[in-house]
């Protein structure tokens, strides 16, 4: 009797980049091209708005679940960041290793967007990088005052970019996009 033949692992692609670069239009157009998706801030999300286990943390912390509210709280203070995100990102991490390994073998390239990739050693879980990057006047219009908050503890861009398997400079339009996403998707499936 033959053996059978074991499924395909899909490639797995991250998508990172600084604060309001694009990552989630790029995201989108990873799964406009059939890429199966997913998203570390969904994740964060959800288990914010449903894991009983994270609520009750943060009521004890913070006194509320209101993001906006912890938000506020958190890109002050540079303890309460660390104590959150040593709450969150094992268990996003785990979420998102779970959907990878539950992806059927239809599943050619699954790709995840998470912002603090390489601030968490993410990236040697998967087969790609892609790094999308965008001019910070850019930045600035569709972000406003989160840049500043936020990117004094990230990763410098140009690093990012450097280690980057492939880079896309977020200021064009969205076929520009789809035409990176379609040639990046071309190169993984090869």
Do not use: C
């Amino acid at each position: 009797m033959a053996k059978p033949t074991p499924a395909r692992r899909p490639r797995r692609v991250a998508i990172t980049g600084g604060i309001a670069a694009g990552k989630s239009e790029a995201l989108k157009a990873f799964a406009r091209r059939g890429a199966a998706v997913a998203s570390s801030d969904e994740i964060v999300h959800r288990l914010i708005a449903q894991d009983d286990e994270v609520r009750a943390s943060l009521e004890e912390r913070f006194g509320t679940t209101d993001r906006a509210a912890i938000g506020e709280v958190v890109f002050r203070d540079r303890e309460q960041l660390g104590w959150l995100e040593a709450l969150l990102h094992p268990r996003v991490r785990e979420e998102y290793l779970e959907w990878l390994d539950g992806l059927d073998g239809s599943v050619d390239v699954a790709v995840i967007e998470i912002p603090l990739l390489y601030e968490t050693g993410g990236e040697r879980l998967f087969d790609a990088v892609v790094v999308v990057t965008a001019p910070e006047d850019e930045r600035r219009k569709r972000g406003g005052d989160k840049i500043d908050e936020r990117s004094d503890r990230l990763l410098p861009e140009d690093e990012k970019v450097r280690r980057a398997d492939f880079v896309y400079v977020n200021d064009g339009s969205l076929e520009e996009l789809d035409a990176f996403v379609r040639r990046v998707l071309e190169e993984l499936r090869g």
